[in-house]
């Protein structure tokens, strides 16, 4: 991802704080008339990313509000949605005939194309939130159900809301290092899921594309298998039965991703034990319980995996990740999990 904007008030005198925000907020997203009870006192941040096609940010403020009548639509509108997950905080907002109080931990989809009046914040902390903003004809949904879905907020729980919001905080957690191909490739699955998202809301999946539900499908597979790492019996039935596929077309799934379910398993077990045996905070638990921990039963089998994915032992990596400094040098070198690697180091 490309870092379009990293802003805070900090870096500024208190009384030029609240008018850069604004300013800096009308051209990062949508124009709106912004206000504060103690400009004095604001303080925020903001990241901005791009990732060709849509934008994604993370933001944190104090108490605002937050205007977008008429006339400013009439004067400029993208055309854009916001689909805003709150972290944390509290806020409301009037849009589509609608009033809505928003809470930490639910989604939010605001219209650019609809006057809206809305507040965030807390006397007595910030309000912190992802924001992605994408054009309105990304979802691919009519008008009329993209109007029941306009300032409406839904709770993150199980299912598509939950995958949605866990990819969203993988990506403001982890957005270095993406090349433009790749952003490209993550804005895509990014747009799939919340069209899958917002279809749902309105029990209306048979409209999506192919691709869209598929990589919906595909992403709800994958956290789901996440979540039971530690169960040692799972297995592709038992994943299949769950999304009432059959295991014949959970493989397709896996095959037009280069990769097998059972190598898929093992790469993410292998990703949960590398970062177990880096953590001071578990030198205490042996090797052989974290493998056991993450759904791995033979230490063998357990070994000559890591060494393949890592090019080096369990207790090589824990070594060096006590050590500190050598640590960084050869992670450089390591091959992610799934890779060809040497198997000539000594077990762990």
């Known amino acids: 991802m490309t870092t379009i904007l990293e ?24 124009h709106a008339w912004l206000a504060t009870d103690h400009p004095a006192r604001f303080a925020a941040s903001a990241r901005v990313f791009d990732l060709g096609g849509l934008q994604l940010s993370v933001v944190s403020h104090s108490m605002l509000r937050a205007s977008r009548p008429a006339k400013l639509i009439r004067q400029s509108d993208p055309e854009v949605f916001q689909l805003h997950l709150l972290r944390g ?6 849009q589509a005939g ?7 931990g639910q989604f939010l989809l605001v219209d650019s194309s609809r006057p809206c009046h809305g507040w965030r914040g807390a006397d007595d902390g910030p309000a912190t939130s992802l ?11 009519r008008s009329d159900m993209v109007g029941r879905l306009a300032a409406a907020p839904f709770t993150v729980r199980h299912g598509i809301t939950r995958v949605l919001a866990g990819h969203l905080g993988h990506l403001a957690e982890n957005d270095e290092g993406l090349t433009t191909r790749d952003a490209q490739a993550v804005a895509a699955v990014t747009l799939d899921l919340i069209s899958a998202t917002c279809a749902d809301r309105v029990e209306a999946t048979a409209l999506l594309s192919p691709e869209s539900r598929r990589q919906a499908l595909l992403s ?24 009432q596929i059959s295991v014949r077309h959970l493989y397709k799934l896996f095959e037009e991703q280069g990769v097998t379910v ?12 590398h970062r177990d045996l880096a953590d001071p905070r578990q030198r205490s638990r042996s090797i052989h319980a974290i493998a056991t921990r993450w759904g791995f039963t033979d230490a063998t089998t357990f070994g000559r995996a890591f060494r393949t994915a890592y090019r080096m032992s369990p207790r090589d990596h824990r070594d060096m990740a006590a050590g500190g400094g050598p640590l960084e040098r050869a992670s450089a070198q390591l091959s992610r999990p799934g ?8 077990a762990g």
């Open 89 to 94: 905080g509290t806020g409301g907002i009037s």
């Open 220 to 243: 709800s597979i994958h956290d789901f298998i996440r979540q039971r790492l530690r169960d040692p019996g799972l297995t592709p039935a038992t994943i299949a039965a769950a999304h």
């Open 262 to 273: 059972a190598a898929w398993i093992r790469r993410c077990r292998l990703e949960q034990c």
């Open 98 to 104: 609608r009033d809505a109080t928003v809470q930490a």
């Open 131 to 141: 924001i992605v903003q994408f054009p309105r004809a990304a979802l691919g949904l």
């Open 339 to 346: 890779q060809e690697g040497s198997s000539a180091l000594r």
């Open 7 to 30: 802003w805070s008030s900090e870096d500024l005198a208190a009384r030029d704080r609240f008018p850069s925000w604004c300013d800096t907020m009308s051209r990062a997203h949508v």
